[in-house]
């Protein structure tokens, strides 16, 4: 959920405009045009908001955290509390939180055709639905970033930073999981972080190459835009490589070969041409062109249905 300040502005302008007073124009603005959530077959049901909601809805306790980040002992404080979400919890706290933002996006396409203060007032609701649903589900969490940070050892990372980076992937992961599909948040969550922790490694290794002198971040350049890109890259190569191996598109093994070898899946090497691949599997250039197109049909289906938030 990200907005541009030219964005926001015109909401804020909206807002006003609609009546609403000036906390609730605070959160308008802060709506984004485009909200995205996992979809659950429960959603649609007109009796998902009251299991959910409702007002006989029994009050989940969130786990309360006095360990600081900045202080990376070996031994937590004595009054740190460490409750942790059941399995049911955890679960309906996810479904709050999608449920809360699917809502919010119905609403916000129905705003775009038509303003209505009425509906404003709703977005405002669902939209602080899903924020307080996610901060839930992050303090819930947050002893897997600092358990995983004070057992890493990168040279030249301070504990804070790792713990910093440690919380974006777990923000992310908040966002991402699926939780109809059966699993643990944690063992979603602990693989994000590592792979967070396995970056920044890298990151700093390859600074310290170039600049083997004490870091500023004063001047050095933001790579954001980059290492956004790289890691939705592995994410989206992690999860064609689960589709190809588990077959979940339902390829044929020439289709399975063609895609494999023409974009190099089970390597980081170069593909090989439509020629080399015809050679491979005994077809025509242009009948491996037709496969090759035919195969990716049935991958994107099945991203579009167990992996991208609609």
């Known amino acids: ?28 603005r802060d709506i984004p045009a485009d909200i995205d959530f996992i979809n659950h077959a429960s959603f649609p049901q007109a009796d998902t908001e009251e299991k959910l909601y409702g007002a006989l809805q029994p009050e989940i ?59 404003a007032r709703q977005m405002i609701l669902w939209h602080s639905r899903a924020r307080t649903a996610r901060s839930n589900l992050v303090r819930a969490n947050m002893a897997l970033v600092l358990s995983m940070a004070k057992r890493t050892r990168i040279p030249n990372v301070e504990f804070s930073e790792l713990v910093s980076e440690g919380n974006m992937a777990l923000l992310r992961s908040v966002e991402k999981f699926n939780v109809s599909r059966g699993f643990k948040f944690s063992t979603y969550a602990c693989r994000a972080i590592l792979k967070s922790f396995n970056r920044l490694a890298t990151k700093t290794g390859r600074y310290r190459q170039h600049f083997p ?97 609609a």
């Open 1 to 28: 959920m990200k907005n541009d300040s030219g964005y926001s502005r015109t909401m804020e302008l909206r807002g006003a405009s609609l009546g609403l007073s000036p906390a609730e124009v605070d959160v308008y």
């Open 61 to 119: 306790e969130i786990p309360t955290w006095t360990h600081f980040p900045e202080i990376a002992e070996d031994l937590p404080p004595a009054n740190a509390k460490r409750t942790v979400l059941s399995s049911a919890d955890e679960i309906h706290l996810f479904l709050q939180y999608n449920y809360a933002r699917y809502r919010l996006s119905l609403l916000v396409e129905a705003q775009t055709r038509r303003q209505a203060t009425a509906r």
């Open 213 to 309: 002198t004490e870091f500023d971040p004063e001047l050095e350049r933001s790579d954001y835009d980059v290492h956004k890109h790289q890691m939705q890259w592995d994410d989206s190569l992690d999860a064609l490589r689960e589709i190809l191996s588990s077959n979940r598109a339902h390829l044929t093994e020439v289709e399975k070969t063609i895609v494999v070898e023409r974009f190099a899946i089970s390597t980081r090497g170069k593909g090989r041409t439509l020629a080399e691949v015809g050679r491979l599997v005994g077809l025509t250039n242009e009948r491996v062109r037709q496969i090759q197109n035919l195969a990716l049909d049935k991958i994107r289906s099945t991203l579009s249905q167990e992996y991208l938030v």
